[in-house]
């Protein structure tokens, strides 16, 4: 089916609807440059109707069964799987992704659906003691009422589906504003399973515009308690201040500067494949990947080797080519970007152990090594397939490499010993830090979040029930009581 042509128009209080702007956004294939669809912008009055809308339905929505939340979200759970291999289409001509990718991300997408038809039915509140003879102490877990999700383009099924079903099964209603580069897989897609699923009209509503046409409507508009965001760093800080500033919860989900370490007792062939797949996966645009890959100079002749023996056979082209495992980048400015990000790096002094060509939006991989200490390029966040090589001497040096960074997103290190592993860790000022695996990693039940610039707030299982619900004490005293005045 072609969700294109179905799809491209705003979707409010149950309603496709042609956006009120003057200028459409175009949704190009990143691959061949083909014209997708266009979408006319929605403009700051039909934020206004979505989240108004929203405001409506939440209400009746929070007061519904919690079985019939859930079995909403399970026939959504459903309807992703019966339509897996549409959506992979989808995310690979929209964004570029190969299909090993694309796959990965669909299957995750299921799981988070599965445990947010969980959620609908957990318990909401707990009854704690009291100082005072004769008193309940109620306390209750209620939904915030309304959500704003802004969400990225590297997994923008995903990030959307993984934000929204929880927020909908604890009661809340949600207005999603997706990526530019992913109008369709981060936004109008997730509107439709949601509406052939069964959920109320007004409940879930997409809008696809840009700040250049609402400002900060989205984030300042009085109903949403809670906006949460994935993206930048940079767009990040301000959506917190902005929201601090009106007293709005915010999650937010950002840059990342991830390494991943290999100490001198690690298995060397599972530690090399563990990196090309944190720091190559969908062409190195993702938060988790692994900018920086730290091996102990005791190994680094054999590393680099193996690694650079790994990276040169990665086949790059056509996303739809099973064989290929490095298709676009997002643009073609995002590829200029990277070639003068890898030609100052050069000219700074490092050595490119592999050094890819740039053909249109095919960016070839490419790995670097000899940066000088306290290059900016360690510093950044790389979205792209670009892998910085840097040896240490010994643990203490690497905890102190992977913790010299402004970001704390996620991280790995390999070992023999596992335990050596975490107690390796446990050193390092970090949200997420996998022992002997990859730094992209996903779970449906573990918290997902980082430190220092990566934001705040945490998704996933407990964390997401913390994000989008409140709590309300309510005391029941038996009897009389003595009044201390």
């Avoid at 549409?86 to 995310?91: F, K, P, R, T, V």
Wanted: hydrophobic share 45%; glycine share 10%; with cysteine.
């Amino acid at each position: 089916m072609s969700y294109f042509s179905e799809l491209a128009h705003q979707y409010i209080d149950g309603e496709w609807l042609t956006g009120g702007g003057a200028w459409d956004i175009i949704d190009f294939n990143p691959f061949n440059g083909e014209k997708l669809c266009s979408v006319t912008v929605a403009t700051a009055a039909e934020v206004d109707r979505a989240y108004r809308a929203a405001e409506r339905a939440q209400v009746e929505w929070a007061g519904a069964s919690p079985y019939g939340r859930r079995d909403v979200l399970e026939k959504a759970a459903r309807l992703v799987a019966e339509r897996a291999d549409d959506i992979a289409e989808l995310i690979i001509d929209e964004l570029g992704g190969t299909r090993h990718r694309a796959e990965y991300e669909v299957r995750l997408a299921q799981e988070f659906l599965h445990e947010a038809a969980g959620q609908a039915l957990r318990p909401s509140g707990r009854l704690l003691p009291s100082l005072a003879d004769g008193k309940e102490n109620r306390v209750h877990r209620l939904p915030v009422g309304v959500v704003g999700v802004i969400s990225a383009f590297d997994f923008p099924f995903l990030v959307t589906m993984k934000t929204v079903a929880p927020a909908l099964a604890l009661g809340n209603a949600v207005v999603v504003k997706p990526h530019q580069n992913a109008p369709i897989a981060g936004g109008a897609l997730v509107a439709r399973i949601f509406e052939d699923a069964g959920l109320p009209a007004g409940l879930l509503n997409v809008l696809i515009t840009d700040s250049a046409e609402i400002g900060d409507t989205f984030i300042e508009h009085p109903v949403p308690k809670v906006i949460a965001f994935t993206g930048s760093d940079r767009v990040g800080r301000h959506i917190a201040a902005t929201a601090a500033g009106l007293f709005k919860r915010t999650v937010l989900e950002l840059s990342g500067n991830s390494a991943l370490v290999v100490l001198e007792d690690a298995d060397l062939g599972h530690a090399v494949r563990a990196a090309v797949f944190s720091r190559f996966l969908f062409q190195g645009q993702v938060g988790m990947a692994a900018d920086r890959i730290l091996v102990d100079r005791s190994v680094e002749a054999e590393f680099s080797a193996l690694l650079t023996a790994e990276v040169s056979a990665l086949e790059v082209g056509d996303p739809r080519d099973p064989g290929t495992r490095i298709g676009p980048v997002i643009s073609e400015f995002q590829a200029d970007a990277l070639t003068a990000l890898v030609d100052g790096a050069l000219a700074e002094g490092a050595t490119a152990l592999v050094r890819g060509r740039t053909r249109g939006t095919l960016v070839e991989p490419t790995v670097l090594t000899g940066l000088p200490e306290g290059s900016p390029l360690l510093e950044q966040e790389i979205f792209g397939p670009v892998a910085l090589l840097v040896p240490f001497d010994g643990e203490d040096d690497a905890v102190r490499i992977v913790n010299d960074s402004p970001y704390g997103l996620s991280g790995a290190v390999h070992t023999a010993d596992a335990e050596r592993g975490v107690r390796f860790a446990r050193r390092i000022t970090c949200g997420m830090f996998h022992v002997n695996g990859p730094t992209v990693q996903d779970d449906p039940l573990v918290a997902l979040g980082g430190e220092k610039r990566p934001g705040m707030g945490r998704l996933n299982g407990e964390a997401a029930v913390e994000a989008f619900t409140t709590q309300q004490w309510i005391s029941v005293q038996h009897g009389r009581t003595v009044f201390p005045f």
